[in-house]
């Protein structure tokens, strides 16, 4: 099969034929009908600074973990509970099925799962990709291949908004109008908070917030951020949620954040950062890291877009085949109006 190529940071991905992925016994094979480009995959692709610890992309890798597709092979155990040709949407990792963590549908917290773009397991910026049977879900008829691959980054919102204990009425306010940026937005929006004030140094992107539930935006290239969110709510915010992921974008929530607030760290920033943790102390801040979903947050996002209860298609500003790929995803190190790319294997320009 063709699939997007990782080689070394600082080369484009190029398109290669690879092998094609075989199903365990537990897995299934699909055939990738949309899968989005995400910032994780941009920062992970330059280099992640050593002193972390983490391992480094592999070269040979092939990235993509928000995906939907449709069936086309079976491993042995899975027949009877999946048919070949059905839309389904999978979480990015396959655990053991069997742990306390992957029976809580947390496989991610599984001690010997594998995930997207380790040697192996392929990911979904490819024409096919194996998942397993434990982390896939049906897409409903109503929802798109679009919406299908959008589940993830909106489960990411989700689980940031849950982890941040909202109470219907409350204000808040969102730093960065990214595609997680706008996801929190639209749970805030859905979960009752009373103001939900997004902003963004780039004013168009906070401008089309308002798309996904936002009640106002704030330029902060231009405008004083408390200032303005005071003058819009009439009152500061109760719960701030960082949606940037870089260096600097810690520091710029305590610094917005008022008193007693709550803040959310759902902007997965990979570099090496610092902050001023006194401004956070003096504040009596409470500061909550919010990673990933579980199942059950992957099921609920599909029955939102299921019976269109939330707007997501509006997320996808561009639709791109395997040959465009590698020119793209380099394109999108520098920020434009792009919100989220996807990737459609077999589509052509
Ligand atoms: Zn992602
Ligand atoms: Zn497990």
Redesign the pocket.
């Given at each position: 099969m063709k699939a997007a190529v990782f080689s070394k940071p600082g080369i484009p991905l190029s398109i290669e034929e690879v092998a094609d992925p075989e199903p365990g016994p537990d897995d299934l094979i699909l055939k990738v009908k949309a899968c989005g480009i995400c910032g994780t995959d941009l920062h992970w692709s330059q280099g992640i600074d050593p002193s972390a610890g983490w391992r480094h992309l592999a070269p040979g890798s092939v990235m993509g973990h928000e995906f939907s597709g449709e069936i086309v092979e079976l491993g042995k155990n899975t027949r009877g509970r999946f048919r070949s040709g059905e839309r389904v949407v999978a979480q990015p990792f396959i655990?053991?099925?069997?742990?306390?963590?992957?029976?809580a549908g947390r496989?991610y917290?599984?001690?010997?799962?594998t995930t997207r773009a380790s040697a192996d397991l392929t990911g979904a910026y490819a024409e096919y990709t194996r998942v397993g049977i434990a982390e896939t879900l049906r897409l409903p008829d109503s929802a798109s291949f679009h919406a299908g691959a959008l589940v993830e980054p909106l489960a990411v919102g989700l689980n940031a908004v849950k982890r941040a204990g909202l109470q219907v009425g409350d204000p808040v306010l969102v730093i960065g109008a990214g595609p997680v940026g706008l996801s929190v937005a639209l749970w805030c929006r859905f979960f009752g908070a009373h103001d939900v004030i997004v902003s963004d140094l780039v004013e168009e992107r906070a401008g089309r917030s308002i798309e996904f539930g936002a009640t106002a935006a704030i330029d902060a290239a231009s405008e004083d951020v408390q200032a303005r969110y005071k003058k819009i709510a009439g009152r500061p915010p109760a719960v701030v949620f960082d949606c940037v992921g870089l260096p600097g974008s810690l520091q710029l929530s305590i610094d917005q954040a008022p008193t007693d607030a709550h803040l959310v760290i759902v902007g997965l920033c990979m570099a090496k950062d610092t902050f001023f943790p006194a401004k956070a102390i003096v504040k009596e801040l409470r500061i909550t890291f919010a990673f990933v979903y579980s199942k059950s947050d992957f099921q609920f996002v599909i029955d939102m877009l299921g019976s269109e209860r939330i707007p997501a298609d509006a997320l996808v500003t561009s639709v791109i085949g395997l040959d465009d790929f590698p020119h793209k995803f380099e394109a999108l190190r520098s920020p434009g109006a792009d919100l989220k790319v996807m990737l459609e294997p077999g589509f052509s320009s």
């Open positions: 655990g053991c099925g069997d742990c306390d963590a992957c029976r496989s917290r599984c001690t010997v799962v």
